[in-house]
């Protein structure tokens, strides 16, 4: 079946500091990607729909600025949280879809960030 | 995410059936339901989806009333490790729509 896959799996960074986090498509295209966030004991909140060669597309109340999304290739989007705060700390998700075998959406494992 | 409701909790004993409902009265014609797990510190895994059949996979049995307005995912046979967040969300087969989520039924499952 589809695999997305995620890196890193958690980090620690400091206050002020910026982190990259990646999404790969490992055995199929995606011309978009989701990526979502998820504190403690909540549901998953969509932050941000990637586009491949475009501009990602933003949610509600999501600073793009700080949240800076790149989609450079079929089977790559990147997260990047700049100047990290502790408020921050959060666990990332992105997803994709593949279509190939009618499938769902495929999620990442996630990425556990803590800011210090 | 009003577009569907689903009870905060439910417990179950090992080796029985679970049956896991989810209402989403305003669903469009076009909107699949799917269905969605999710274990500690993972991401969430694709557990089911369909339109207006009742669907069956490896993992589970996806129940649809005939009005679509409400829908039940079925675990014929519950393990420890069926143990955690399921989430119904609907949306389009076509094209890639955002899927959001609500808050899904925590279930627990008791050995």
């Known amino acids: 079946g589809a695999v997305v896959s995620q890196h890193p799996s958690w980090v620690i960074c400091k206050s002020g500091t910026s982190v990259k986090i990646e999404c790969r498509s490992l055995?199929?295209?995606?011309?978009?990607m989701f990526w979502y966030r998820q504190f403690p004991k909540q549901s998953l909140m969509l932050m941000a729909t990637?586009?491949?060669?475009?501009?990602?597309?933003?949610e509600q109340g999501v600073e793009k600025d700080k949240f800076l999304i790149n989609h450079a290739s079929l089977t790559l989007s990147t997260l990047t949280v700049t100047s990290a705060h502790p408020e921050d700390s959060s666990f990332y998700i992105c997803?994709?879809?593949?279509?190939?075998?009618?499938?769902?959406?495929?999620f990442g494992s996630g990425t556990r960030l803590t800011v210090v | 995410d009003a577009k569907t409701t689903q009870p905060n909790s439910m417990e179950s004993n090992e080796e029985e059936p679970v049956h896991l409902p989810c209402n989403h009265s305003?669903?469009?014609?076009?909107?699949?339901i799917h269905w969605y797990r999710q274990l500690p510190s993972q991401g969430p895994e694709y557990v089911i989806h369909?339109?207006?059949s009742n669907v069956n996979n490896r993992m589970a049995s996806l129940a649809i009333a005939e009005d679509r307005k409400s829908s039940t995912l079925i675990l014929h046979r519950a393990t420890l490790r069926d143990a955690a967040v399921y989430y119904c969300?609907?949306?389009?087969?076509?094209?890639?729509?955002?899927?959001?989520f609500g808050t899904g039924t925590r279930l627990t499952i008791i050995p």
């Open positions: 369909g339109l207006t």
């Open positions: 990637s586009n491949e060669g475009s501009k990602a597309t933003y």
């Open positions: 997803s994709a879809r593949d279509w190939r075998q009618g499938y769902g959406y495929t």
């Open positions: 055995d199929f295209q995606a011309t978009t």
């Open positions: 969300t609907r949306g389009k087969n076509f094209g890639n729509e955002k899927l959001t």
């Open positions: 305003t669903i469009s014609g076009t909107d699949y």
